[in-house]
């Protein structure tokens, strides 16, 4: 009995124990596949981002959502403090194309925060790349160098190589070490915006500006997100901004575009100078105090360094020749013009800064109130382009100057191509109608006759500048006519008197005298061409006999034997025989003065009989009655026009 009675006492026991064990192993297996189906929802579904290693507190002053319809934005009054947001709060921006966001992808990355020994690396190193937050991109080869063009418009991979701490070869003249700066500068604010812009160009833009502007004179980097929607310029941008020194970010909810971006930027500025600088720039040891020196003696001036070049494909730095300045065309397209003649005759222009007829927009430095008060960037330039004419001919028409600063130097990243499409293709056309409208009085004519797109869409539409003109009545700002004779003398003035000006028509060849691309500005042999009907044939026979060719109208018709080619224009006059050219109406013929030969277009690929020119072009002959030396003038606009 007992030893029954005990039997089943046992039995009981391991009844249990097995009871017990059958339910750990259910709960085991309940709670692995209630956490193995919750991994599965996490990576068919990945949320945002989980936080970095080390979560910091960001200050509540980092994030700040702006909405830029702001009214006061517009008059370049000062804001009102903006709320700020949680991190947690910021505007989510949906990817409109199917832009694929690596970083949502792979839901993991990681912060590393910039070591002490951040300092001189001249040349690329990949522990470097270490230092900085570092995407964990599996698969990253050699092909993504091509992807990385596409996407950026420079190649970002050789880029990522490139330490974020580099220093540019010096490349500054002697004798700017010897300048002295007077010891109460102006403070300055830099103003940094950017849209899509990638890691490394911009985190370098960043600390290359901290690590060669004076403590002391650098009141803050100011960073203005113009609607990213790349994942690398969301929280982990914020994140390690939060880390830097003297560095603020603002976003805004609404694509704005670099002048309104910038006016933004401006609003929010402490320093009592702005520098507006691109996203992709590099600044030389000692290129902001110059810079600051010179708005400090007159608060109207408004400068730019010297414009160095990084190579989009290497990343080499290319130092620009000085002395060079700013200027800009008849299509108003801008570009930096080398001036070697200056410093013939004046061996102390090395150091001495030089005055400009326009500037570029890669980096401009200008005081904070002068900039206000001028109207900051006119708010209806849509997205890029155009703005920093605008901008140029608004400071010398009302009352500034502007000037290129020698002992100042910034290395701008010159880009392939654009990495975004503009959403309208004719907003660069519509941003230089309101400059055109705006700006240029009667000489709007001599633009519209060469970009023949501005010239159509402005029949169909006004742009609305109403403001623009009251801003111009009440600073009092000269007209165009001043502006011309007074800051920017060297510009040709086209005649445009009709049916000696427009594209040069050959009666028969059916086609257009023109000057293909690719030639560069010091000229090159003519050829003919399907007539392009935008402007980009325009040339000018003016009083003088010669035949101006081009947007600068610096080039002419010239001769090089009984090649018909171009070349930079005389100066003196009156012009010499070589490049005067006669126009019979009633022939049609064209005649050139020194040797009384006459103009013939010969096509690719032409007759036989007409020897030594293969591959076409513009030749001088015997003069004959023949179609290929009858010439029209057509003027595509109107000569009362727009
Ligand atoms: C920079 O200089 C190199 C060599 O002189 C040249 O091949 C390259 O085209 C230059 N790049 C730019 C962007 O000017
Ligand atoms: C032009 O803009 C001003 C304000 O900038 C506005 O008051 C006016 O109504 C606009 N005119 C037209 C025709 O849209």
Request: proline content about 6%; glycine content about 8%.
């Amino acid at each position: 009995m007992r030893l029954w009675g005990r039997g089943t006492a046992v039995r009981r026991r391991m009844l249990c124990l097995w009871l017990l064990l059958l339910g750990f192993a259910l709960v085991t297996l309940a709670l692995s596949d209630f956490f193995n189906r919750d991994r599965e929802r996490s990576i068919q579904n990945p949320g945002p981002p989980r936080r970095p290693l080390q979560r910091i507190p960001i200050p509540p002053e980092l994030e700040v959502i702006v909405d830029s319809r702001d009214p006061a934005l517009e008059l370049g009054v000062d804001l009102t403090p903006l709320k700020s947001f949680q991190e947690d709060q910021l505007l989510f921006v949906p990817s409109t194309q199917g832009t694929k966001n690596t970083l949502q992808k792979k839901g993991s990355y990681k912060v590393l925060l910039p070591g002490k020994d951040a300092n001189v690396v001249g040349a690329p190193t990949h522990g470097e790349m270490g230092k900085a937050v570092r995407l964990h991109l599996e698969g990253f080869e050699k092909d993504m160098e091509l992807t990385a063009v596409q996407k950026y418009g420079f190649n970002e991979v050789v880029s990522e190589r490139i330490s974020l701490h580099r220093r540019l070869p010096e490349a500054r003249h002697p004798e700017c070490f010897g300048e002295q700066y007077s010891e109460s500068l102006p403070r300055a604010t830099v103003v940094i915006c950017f849209h899509d812009e990638a890691w490394s160009t911009l985190l370098r833009t960043v600390h290359s500006v901290l690590d060669t502007a004076p403590k002391q004179y650098l009141q803050e980097v100011l960073l203005v997100d113009d609607l990213s929607q790349q994942g690398h310029l969301k929280t982990v941008l914020s994140e390690y901004v939060s880390h830097l020194d003297g560095v603020r970010l603002i976003r805004s909810t609404r694509r704005l575009g670099v002048g309104a971006c910038r006016t933004l930027g401006a609003a929010r500025a402490a320093g009592e100078v702005l520098v507006f600088m691109d996203s992709h720039c590099e600044c030389h040891k000692g290129w902001l105090e110059p810079l600051l020196e010179r708005v400090a003696q007159d608060r109207t001036r408004v400068l730019s360094p010297i414009m160095d070049v990084i190579d989009w494909q290497t990343f080499q730095y290319n130092a620009t020749k000085w002395p060079v300045r700013g200027v800009f065309d008849w299509r108003l397209d801008f570009f930096w013009e080398s001036i070697p003649q200056l410093q013939e005759k004046d061996p102390e222009m090395a150091v001495r800064p030089v005055q400009s007829p326009a500037l570029g927009g890669g980096v401009v430095a200008i005081d904070r109130h002068f900039f206000q008060s001028l109207g900051a960037y006119d708010p209806g330039m849509l997205l890029w382009g155009a703005e920093e004419i605008e901008l140029s001919i608004r400071v010398w028409s009302c009352g500034g100057s502007m000037e290129v600063v020698p002992c100042s130097r910034v290395a701008h990243l010159g880009r392939h191509h654009l990495p975004y499409r503009f959403p309208d293709q004719d907003l660069l056309q519509r941003n230089k109608i309101r400059i055109a409208d705006t700006w240029m009085d009667a000489y709007r004519k001599i633009f519209y006759r060469r970009d023949t797109l501005a010239h159509f869409i402005r029949q169909s539409e006004s742009p609305n500048i109403t403001e623009r003109l009251r801003l111009k009545r009440s600073l009092g700002c000269r007209n165009f006519h001043w502006f011309l004779t007074t800051v920017y003398p060297q510009l040709y003035i086209p005649q445009d008197r009709p049916a000696q000006s427009g594209e040069l028509y050959s009666v028969g060849t059916g086609s257009c005298a023109d000057y293909p691309s690719g030639q560069g500005p010091q000229g090159g042999a003519m050829s003919v061409a399907p007539c392009s009907g935008t402007g980009s044939q325009h040339c000018d026979l003016n009083s003088e006999g010669e035949v101006r060719w081009g947007p600068m109208g610096a080039l002419c018709l010239d001769a090089k034997g009984e090649r018909v080619v171009l070349a930079p224009c005389p100066t003196h006059r009156p012009t010499a025989s070589r490049f005067q050219w006669k126009f019979i109406k009633l022939s049609g013929q064209l005649v050139h003065q020194q040797s009384q030969l006459c103009l013939e277009a010969v096509k690719e690929g032409g007759p036989r009989e007409v020897s030594n020119s293969a591959g076409g072009g513009l030749f001088l002959r015997q003069c004959t009655h023949h179609p290929r030396q009858q010439w029209h003038f057509e003027q595509l606009v109107a000569p009362k026009g727009t």
